[in-house]
């Protein structure tokens, strides 16, 4: 189990480090979600990433089938145990999810869920998203020794948030800079341009009664600079 063990976080490290490079950070979650299920011997894992609108931006879950999914209805929103993990911002570990007073409803396609443990996901003091996994295969339900290593997957999930929202930001930034330097140029070009069109303005002005012929290509060129 410890080379197993051993071999499953390296995948999860080298996926978060990954993110940077292949920029999928929901590929990078769902790396991540897989292992913790896997390491943690839970039947069901997922991970969740709010937004600002009472729902989820991202939501990643592992043994739920597609089918399965389709059959329980739209994403789950902000409220419930996963709304109070993401207010109180502080690890869950219970024997029976269903006897807490923060456990409101699941729909009626939902998997039935009984010993939970979720954590969240911090940047600091933020909360970023949340982390949870449910009934255990093996008996006697989730350890301190399982909180603390989903403690562990949340830190890299925590990496791989940022460094997405960091790229993001460069990239928007970025497109900032390109747009502020076209503007430039093109606000140095046509001022250029203007600045042509009024000396060759003056030029033919000055020879249309000394040389009408030079006028006329003046004013020619002024029709092709404009």
């Given amino acids: 189990m410890g080379e197993d063990r051993d071999a499953v976080l390296h995948a999860v490290s080298s996926a978060v480090l990954a993110v940077t490079r292949h920029l999928s950070v929901r590929e990078v979650l769902q790396v991540i979600v897989r292992s913790a299920r896997r390491l943690l011997d839970a039947r069901y894992a997922a991970l969740g990433?709010?937004?600002?609108?009472?729902?989820?931006?991202?939501?990643?879950?592992?043994?739920?089938?597609d089918e399965e999914w389709d059959a329980i209805g739209p994403m789950p929103r902000q409220h419930g145990m996963l709304g109070a993990m993401l207010r109180e911002g502080a690890p869950v570990r219970l024997a029976d999810i269903r006897r807490d007073h923060r456990f409101e409803y699941w729909?009626?396609?939902?998997?039935?869920?009984?010993?939970?443990?979720?954590?969240?996901?911090?940047?600091?003091e933020a909360v970023l998203g949340i982390i949870f996994l449910s009934?255990?295969?093996?008996?006697?339900?989730?350890?301190?020794?399982?909180?603390?290593?989903?403690?562990?997957?949340?830190?890299?999930?925590?990496?791989?948030?940022?460094?997405?929202?960091?790229?993001?930001r460069g990239r928007e930034l970025a497109?900032?800079?390109?747009?502020?330097?076209?503007?430039?140029?093109?606000?140095?070009?046509?001022?250029?341009?203007?600045?042509?069109?009024?000396?060759?303005?003056?030029?033919?002005?000055?020879?249309?009664?000394?040389?009408?012929?030079?006028?006329?290509?003046?004013?020619?060129?002024?029709?092709?600079?404009?």
């Fill in 175 to 226: 497109l900032v800079e390109e747009r502020t330097r076209m503007a430039r140029e093109l606000h140095d070009a046509v001022t250029q341009k203007l600045f042509s069109l009024r000396l060759t303005a003056q030029a033919a002005s000055s020879l249309v009664r000394r040389d009408p012929d030079r006028a006329l290509g003046e004013l020619e060129r002024v029709d092709r600079l404009t």
């Fill in 135 to 168: 009934n255990k295969r093996s008996p006697g339900g989730f350890t301190e020794a399982d909180q603390d290593l989903l403690t562990m997957f949340a830190a890299h999930a925590a990496i791989a948030l940022t460094n997405a929202r960091l790229y993001e």
């Fill in 49 to 65: 990433v709010p937004d600002d609108e009472g729902a989820f931006a991202e939501f990643v879950a592992e043994g739920i089938s």
């Fill in 107 to 124: 729909p009626r396609a939902h998997p039935v869920l009984k010993d939970f443990l979720g954590v969240p996901i911090r940047d600091g």
